[in-house]
């Protein structure tokens, strides 16, 4: 039975502990919150011990999870990796680039499992294409959220684009060569609403556009290469392939049209979207990876990457303001 250790029961940490209740071979030893209502709350709706001291509750389990504000990251992290702790921490793995690059060598050394949170990994319209050859050549991505107070302790960047950076890194597999950034603050005092291109070295180019002071939700992804479209829409769980007809093409709506170099067959698909609950998903990948001791799906290293990248794009917005 695999201890597990929540910090952090607010908004996003109620859905861990109530995904955790339902996973097996895990038992929830307590939690911790400094919100003294919250956690009365808590303790008595889960019927899970509250802890005011961090390191006690550490002292008792096998893994953390932690779902605090960004700006304890590093504190909690450092802590359960000195302790001999497994740790899951929501994105952004840290707060500035120092703590991440401290935390990338802490877990280095460590040999212990880490995973940074990037739900939208376990996406069921993401995954629908898991046995897709990804090769994409051009990238456009939209996120768009309505305003909400609650997550501008970050910048749009750190808050909602660094999902994108994330999969589009995982899906490149690439060294950026340029990254050119506009970005406005309107509601908060960090960046509202931002427009990115990253270029990369072996050609590919994505365009990413984020606002969380939109008045429609929207998290869509457009992938272009050699012969094939593919859309993703995170929101609506739908995916979408449309490319040049292959021979064996299974469940796919196929259409003629004329072109320069004569007549081409095109095919349209709706890959079989499974209907899963991306938070349960991932936190059940932390426990697989600690019990067959294997890697976590999103790594410490996916983690500091796409942070770093979104660093590079908050540097090239305050470049443009000062």
């Known amino acids: 039975m695999l201890k597990i250790a929540v910090f952090g029961a607010g908004h996003l940490g ?13 038992e929830i030893v307590g939690f911790f919150d400094p919100n003294e209502q919250n956690a009365q709350l808590v303790s008595e709706k889960y019927k899970l011990k509250r802890f005011i001291h961090p390191e006690e509750l ?7 999870d932690i779902v605090a504000p960004t700006i304890n990251h590093f504190e909690l992290c450092d802590m359960a990796l000195r302790k001999g702790k497994h740790v899951f921490v929501e994105k952004p793995l ?8 401290t935390l990338v060598k802490l877990a280095k050394e460590s040999n212990l499992k880490f995973q940074v949170g990037h ?4 996406n069921p319209a993401f995954l629908a294409l898991k046995n897709y050859d990804l090769q994409p050549m051009f990238i456009e991505v939209h996120r768009l959220a309505q305003f909400n107070p609650r997550g501008t302790d970050v910048s749009v960047i750190l808050d909602l684009m660094i999902h994108d950076i994330d999969i589009i890194l995982h899906l490149v597999k690439s060294n950026v060569s340029h990254i050119s950034a506009n970005g406005v603050a309107v509601m908060s005092d960090t960046p509202d609403i931002a427009n990115v291109r990253i270029e990369f ?19 869509k992804m457009r992938l272009f290469q050699k012969d094939a479209y ?3 829409d995170f929101l609506e769980k739908k995916t979408e392939v449309i490319k040049l007809n292959q021979p064996g093409d299974k469940n796919v709506f196929t259409f003629d049209i004329e072109t320069n170099h004569g007549k081409k067959t095109i095919a349209i698909a709706n890959p079989p979207i499974e209907e899963v609950n991306a938070i349960k998903m991932e936190l059940e990948a932390f426990r697989n990876a600690i019990l067959n001791n294997t890697e976590t799906p999103v790594t410490i290293l996916d983690g500091f990457g796409a942070m770093e990248v979104a660093h590079q794009i908050l540097e090239k917005i305050n470049d443009k303001q000062h």
Not at 58 to 64: E, G, N, Q, R, Y
Not at 94 to 101: D, K
Not at 119 to 122: A, L
């Open 14 to 26: 109620k859905f861990h502990l109530n995904n955790w209740q339902e996973i097996i071979e895990v």
């Open 58 to 64: 550490m002292d008792l389990c096998d893994a953390v």
């Open 94 to 101: 840290a707060n500035t680039m120092e703590e991440a690059r």
């Open 119 to 122: 739900v939208e990994r376990f």
């Open 201 to 219: 070295d072996n050609g590919c180019v994505a365009n990413l556009t984020s606002s969380r002071i939109s008045i429609k939700k929207m998290r």
């Open 230 to 232: 593919i859309g993703i």
